[in-house]
């Protein structure tokens, strides 16, 4: 899974009828302190997130077992609002 | 998903007979202002998109639960047409 | 779905035995005229493709979809030949 | 599959039914003394790994495949704790 | 599907039962002549690979259908020692 902050939100009316009711949040993946930029993407939301939480998200086909219709074309979905993440720094290089 | 902006259309006469009647448009995934060219890549359409939209498209094997043929071979499909995209610039980084 | 190029072929006596009988062709993604190599990728096929063909391949579990023994290992699969290809030039960056 | 060291640990209250019972740790990907940054990921735990740990890790729904509910919406499981990994130096380059 | 090479070999005493009897090898992916590093990864191997040998390996959920216990949690298979690999040099780019 990946975490993530998020950062925007889309609308999209015509769309496909599966979809209808979810919400759609633009998530921005952590960089963890690594110099490198991740894509930002969009995620179905079950968990009431906001602008500016931190969630950790579910991707590919395993997104579509959180949601209520199963058969919604969904490839990530946000699963928990994230309470805190703790990294250990001083993990050696291999 | 990721966000993009329809930029071609794909023909293929020879083809898979489970993609009959499908569109076939290349998507341009939008870069946020960041600055990384991302890939470009063909989804089927499942909204009539055309040259220009800003679309949502869901990858893997979640696309195919999008259209009828759900055996078709696709792991691509646009499944809405965005309105709007609101973004928010403050996040910090992390 | 990615567009690429025939531009090799693999043969492998010793394998699975639900692959016998397919074929095996090195596939080079096309890059649009972006600054990035991508990486080459072996596809089974589905369509009669040769050296040179310009191919439409579908990746992932959805690549199953596309050949009579649907318990197959493979994870990507030439699913059509490409007539034709317009990408509009002109599209802003966002 | 993927190999890595434990780095972290990530708590969220709010999160999918299906996830509760699970531990979710931050992984950091092995880069077999190469020069590049791999991205860090978070994984639900089938092993009793701990901080530290050289883990071996499922991605994808293959995940789901290792956990008691496989309807939990997961895309990364570490399957097993590494005793050792032997690397053959002199392999030449093609 | 990826040609690689095998450059090692992993052992895990504890790990998911599922996994039990199999060999993971880890894998070099090849490079094709271009300059980048391709990650290595780890595969279960289902052809009696050794190290040096080349390989063609089938990753995500379709590589559980080459192996005898379709529930085991992996996502990357050796599924053919490879013969030969012919690759065509004069493909002009696009």
């Given at each position: 899974?990946?975490?993530g902050?998020?950062?925007?939100?889309?609308?999209?009316?015509?769309?496909?009828?599966?979809?209808?009711?979810?919400?759609?949040?633009v998530v921005?993946?952590?960089?963890?302190?690594?110099?490198?930029?991740?894509?930002?993407f969009?995620a179905?939301?079950?968990?009431?997130?906001?602008?500016?939480?931190?969630?950790?998200v579910?991707?590919?086909?395993?997104?579509?077992?959180?949601?209520?219709?199963?058969?919604?074309?969904?490839?990530?979905?946000?699963?928990?609002?994230?309470?805190?993440?703790?990294?250990?720094?001083?993990?050696?290089?291999?």
């Amino acid at each position: 899974m990946i975490v993530g902050t998020v950062v925007g939100r889309l609308w999209a009316t015509r769309k496909d009828v599966k979809l209808n009711g979810l919400t759609f949040l633009v998530v921005k993946p952590h960089s963890y302190g690594q110099d490198r930029q991740e894509k930002y993407f969009v995620a179905a939301d079950n968990t009431g997130a906001g602008i500016g939480d931190t969630v950790l998200v579910t991707k590919g086909s395993s997104a579509r077992t959180s949601i209520s219709n199963q058969q919604a074309p969904i490839d990530a979905v946000i699963v928990g609002i994230v309470d805190s993440l703790d990294i250990c720094k001083e993990t050696p290089n291999e």
